[in-house]
């Protein structure tokens, strides 16, 4: 069960691990994109932050879609209109709910990794988002539905997302400004599939201090 | 004018590109800019909420085309459009031209007074200017790209293409058969339209190529059996396809005289069988399937949706397989041939793979991804503007609809004609009959499909002229051709001159009239010349037809349909809500009797949550009665909804496809039983519920003389009796002149029924078609039946032509079309019997 406090303390804490990591994130786009991966984050959360004061007494949809909107119009590269619809499609799965069961915490967490593929028409192999995103959610999924906590589901998607991002590092990009480099892309780890891991472990960190 | 918006990640570059065009046009173009952040320490980058502004700041309905440099301004021009209503949306084009040279194309278009296509075309081609002068020699580029393998190992063969449809339809077909026999990766391209390589695999690809007849194409192959490959395809190409004087089917009506009968007026007739009396003048309106927008979701079994994915592609392949049998015993093969093109959609990978990548990667259901591959295929055939490729996107929606239908277990939809109109359709399935609007449908006209068909049955009681089973001329009629329906002689009239046109009005408005006077005398008693009176009953599916059927004349329901209420929808209706729809037909009928027949589904509706699935002999399989005495949870549910709604009132009920007198003693113990549990419920119902048999089957009419003693009443449905004493399907036009009603073997078994009905002293009716056919009507007043249960809108005429027959003659008639050995025989008796008159 996830209440809309929990929600804003998961976007809060994003909008945390974000600013640590910025440099991190910066230098992994640095050796196969256009360097500006973790200032394009950190400002996209910092206008995601001074939007939620405004929002923080409603539903939990609308909380989700400011995200989403302060991301699309704040963080000026790819990541901006991917993450973006990320939280929008989300939004639109839980509407007006003031919390979600732990089925519907996988299920709008899927939603939003559907919107986000949709918008990228990219697929897991291509060194993006996708490639740590997408196996963590599905593994949250079965976790909830084989019944376990949503703790200790959470705990095991941030390490199958953690492992995805590790998986990037051999791949080739196919998509985004990495694509260019074609086979130079190898070896680096990607940065947008880092910034998805560090916004998964905001939710498991969220979770936990319920 | 066309707007233009720029989305760039430097604002630079944007304004830049922009003052470079406008000095082109004298700063005369509608461009607005959407580019760089707001963040003076990192100026780079897009954003969809400028991009939204900057496209509603040049919009109107004249359409804008967005040009973006590359990445995240994609990304944020697609999240952008998502802002605009869908009305706004179709006029927004997201444009793949390259920057500066696709802006200043599009400008001078724009301004040059272009509309939305040819502007985002004349961007799209900005690039030709540079390539040529370049001397880029793209052709090589292309190969080197596409052809995988060695080099060396690369054959190659140009090729012209001789016949007269070019690559599509059916030698598409077999040019992609062909090529599909080899290892060998095999790629070809228009020379004469420089195409790119496309995979010879692939039906959809081949036919974007849009090879006509007399261009230049380039095949190339690599890998183990490429040199054979190359050999069978250019002996293929050599050959003509075999095509030689078949190739018709393209050809206009106008220019074909072969098969279309020339009269003295010089009008192109087509004959078919005349299923539905009347006569309609109209525009042709041809009766396609579309892809119906379905529901995206997510899933999380990849391995089932495929699996659904893969067993619906299966059932189509597997019904075009038996359709292309059925046809190549009545056609030559070249025509039968056309299944195999169908065949190949449904193995082509552009298709098939591409849906479970798309199933694969975005973990959406089946309908999502078959639609997003269909429609982006379609969306291609269309980018490709030529006449005979759009053609073949016809055969891709068919056989996208019928995958689609699998999959969502639902009819295929069609669109409704905007103005009234005449429906050419190929054949007419119950299921989708059943979606006709009569409103907007002056006649019917059936490539396939016969008198007793069910779509047949369905124009009738809507009262429209219909032809059926006219063959393959009538599909090559075209939209909004002028026709002329004579449901009455079995013709159309294709583009009829102002002579015939008049000669028709005149046979329309004497039809109107005798229609008139018929109505005026509809609520008066259904009495034959000499004083025999018979009960006049409406078949209806709808509480709301019964209105209507009262104004019409109708005594009474002798069949209310429960079938309309079962299906379409995805649980059985609650007991509830069976009982408020019954007590509300038995309360409009005020005191006259409602026949109410149980539930008569089986394999040919198939119905899932019935479990009602497709059988190969659905007439022969799990339906009717038989199916309620299994589901006994389903029967049960719909007689306690009966039975309450019986006290009280005038209901009768009646069991559909009797085939055993074990089987109505079954049913009985049944209604005991529900009667007993209602008690003990504490309801109302009605105890003493006449209830009936319907006679449908050879072993009922046998038996006839023991299960009249099971029962109150008899009701004969001579449909399923004609299809099941001639043995002849009445789905299948093949057969369509042996399942006749009129056959003396169908008509003993009417007139004996009738007769063990009366030495019990018990009524009978007749449901069936015959009831309402004014031939027959002589005969069954002849053998005695005591009512006539036809469809609403026939009972008016049917009366005012029972005010002009002798019972006492139509007896005699009776007797001598019992001696009768063919249903030609009998129908030649009584239309002699009616003339005389």
Redo the contacts between chains.
Sequence with gaps: MLSQNDIIRWIKTSATLIAENKDHLTDLDRAIG?A?HG??MD?GFKKVLAQLDGVKEKDIGSILKSVG?AL???????????Y??FFMQAANAVNAKQELSDTEVA?FL??G??GL????K???GDKTIVDSL?PAV?TL??HI?AGEDIIEAMRQAVIRAEQGVQETIPLVARK??ASYLGERSAGHQDPGATSAYLILQALLEAIKSH | MVGIVIVAHSNKLAEGVRDLAQQMVQGKAAIAIAAGTDDPANPLGTDASKIFQAIDSVYSDDGVVVLMDLGSAILSAETALDFFPDHQKENIYLCEAPLVEGVLSAAVQATGGGNIESVTEEARNALNAKTSQLGIDTTLKDAEQEVHGPADSTQEIVLPVRNKLGLHARPAAQFVSTASKFKAEIFVKNLSKNTDFVNAKSINQIITLGVRHGHQIMIAAAGSDASDAILSLNKLIDSNFNEEENASILTPLSQKDKGVRESKQNRNVLEGIPVSSGIAIGNAFIYRPVIPDVQEYGITDIEIEITRFRNALDEVKKDIETLQRETKKSMDAYDASIFESHLLYLNDPALVDHTRDIITEQLINAEAAWETALKEMINSYKSIGDQIVRDREVDLIDIGSQVMSKLTGKPRTHPDPDEPSILIAQELNPSETAQLNPEKILALCAEKGNKTSHSAIVARSFGIPAVFGIGERLLEIEETTTLIVDGNEGIVIVEPDNDTLKTYRKHQETDTAAKQKAVTRTLDKAVSVDGTVVGIMANVSYTSDIKYALEHGAEGVGLFRTEFLHMNRTTLPSEEDQYKVYKEAADLLGNRPLTIRTVDIGGDKPVPYLNIIKEPNPYLGWRGLRYCLDQIDVFKTQLRAILRAAYDRNVLLMFPMVTTVREMRAASAIINEVKQELSQDGYTFNDTIKIGAMIETPSAVMMAHRLINEVDFFSIGSNDLTQYVLAADRTNSKVATLGDPFDPAVLKMIHDTIVVAHNAGKRIGLCGEMAGDRLALPLLLGFGLDEFSMSPKLISEWKEALRSISAIKAKELAREALQCIAADDVKHLCSEFLKDI
Excluded: C, F, W, Y
């Design positions: 256009d500006d200032n394009n400002r909107m699309i119009s704040s963080v000026g590269g790819a990541a901006g209109p991917l973006g619809t299920d899927l939603a990794t559907h593929i949709n918008r990228g990219t697929k897991p997408q599905i999924k079965e539905d985004g400004r």
